[in-house]
């Protein structure tokens, strides 16, 4: 059993039920005002508290089993990088989150996940004892708050994954990694097959893929990992939390090449109907955690929840103002909406984006660098203008 007296995540998984995840927190709380974007940091848990409180009551009731603390980017070394600065602590930001998902957790059948994610000093080369420590620092304050069970997500590079989840099985808590890589592998070239079989060794019981791709291509990736996973012999849930924007055009490193990254990514959005494909798709590749990264609205993991409703055995609470598939447009006053009332209808729909001079994809910017490269040292003091200019300058000949 969780901390909580509730069924635990691996006692679900391993009945074979369908665990739902919540959503994107930054993106969604930086549309409402309460992110920057930039520095992405998750203050507005201890600033801000009735917001997110706000948001995993919505991602509850949506139908998320998972209510995952909101401590993304609540490393020391990221909260004080480029000239950010804030008036909490990492300590003082994680122990809110932590505070505000259990609250929500104990108003259902929710358990509270504490997440931990790459850092900039991983980036900046520094040695696996100091990356380590970062790690231990967050993980206190989950032991402290008696989190359910822990989330290593968004590694670009699987080696410093596995030095996330070698501290965190210090707990003995349950412990889940996402990777946010493509069908291409790790920023260092390793196969999707090889990171999970590393992931799985260094001893996450979950493994899977969030964030930096759309549901079509991580399925795809987790699909690859499991395959790999049970090539060597290992055995291992997988989870699934893609982003809810369309990215057929991205290279390696995802929507962050996109140009359109962070501020013209709405027109890319999948519609709930896309959720419904998405959901299908995962269960039926063997995924059973399923859940959303960054662009995903509570509405997407309803649509997530209504799509597996018959293998859940449940309805979530927000579908009583919902119909399936449509079905509430049968009490529209215009005819022809009402003619939309129907699941043919919506699946067969082909949305336009009303952009007539707009193309349908984009070039990636693909600078192609990584770990080691001097453009990706990161500092704490704020970046200059002498800094930016060779930038600008760059980006101009991509």
């Known amino acids: 059993m969780a901390p909580s007296g509730k069924k635990g995540i691996l006692e679900r998984l391993d009945a074979g039920e369908v665990v739902i995840g919540d959503g994107g927190f930054v993106f969604a709380l930086e549309k409402r005002g309460y992110v920057k974007a930039g520095p992405w940091t998750p203050e507005a848990a201890a600033d801000h508290p009735e917001a997110v409180r706000q948001l995993h009551r919505e991602f509850l009731r949506a139908g998320a089993n998972v209510m995952q603390t909101f401590t993304f980017y609540a490393s020391d070394d990221k909260l004080e990088n480029r000239g950010n600065k804030l008036g909490f602590t990492g300590a003082q930001i994680n122990e809110a989150a932590c505070d505000l998902a259990r609250e929500v957790a104990n108003e259902g059948d929710g358990l509270v996940a504490g997440g931990v994610c790459q850092t900039p000093s991983y980036l900046s080369c520094k040695s696996e004892a100091e990356v380590k420590a970062i790690f231990k620092k967050q993980l206190d304050v989950f032991v402290k708050k008696d989190v359910d069970f822990l989330i290593a997500e968004y590694y670009e590079h699987v080696e410093e994954a596995e030095w996330a989840v070698q501290v965190l099985k210090e707990t003995g808590k349950p412990v889940a990694a996402s990777l946010c890589i493509g069908p291409d592998g790790d920023m260092h070239g390793v196969s999707p097959g090889d990171c999970a079989v ?201």
Request: charged share 25%.
């Open 198 to 398: 590393r992931l799985v060794k260094a001893g996450a019981q979950i493994v899977g893929i969030n964030c930096h791709f759309d549901p079509i291509t991580c399925v795809k990736v987790v699909k690859m990992m499991k395959e790999g996973v049970e090539k060597a012999g290992l055995k291992a849930h997988y989870m699934c939390q893609p982003l809810a924007f369309h990215t057929p055009d991205c290279s390696c490193q995802g929507f962050i090449d996109l140009p359109e990254f962070p501020f013209g990514l709405e027109p890319r959005i999948l519609t709930r109907w896309d959720m419904h494909k998405y959901a299908r798709e995962a269960y039926d590749v063997g995924i059973r955690f399923i859940g959303g990264c960054c662009g995903f609205e509570p509405y997407h993991i309803r649509a997530v929840a209504e799509e597996l409703a018959t293998e859940r055995g449940i309805l979530p609470a927000a579908s009583e103002k919902h119909g399936m598939w449509g079905a509430g447009l049968e009490m529209h006053t215009k005819p022809w909406v009402r003619a939309r009332a129907r699941r043919d209808y919506w699946e067969g729909l082909k949305p336009a984006s009303g952009r007539p001079q707009c193309p349908s994809m984009s070039t990636p910017d693909s600078w192609g660098v990584t770990k080691g490269h001097a453009d990706l040292m990161q500092q704490k003091e704020a970046t200059t203008q002498e800094q930016l200019k060779p930038l600008f300058e760059k980006a101009k000949s991509h």
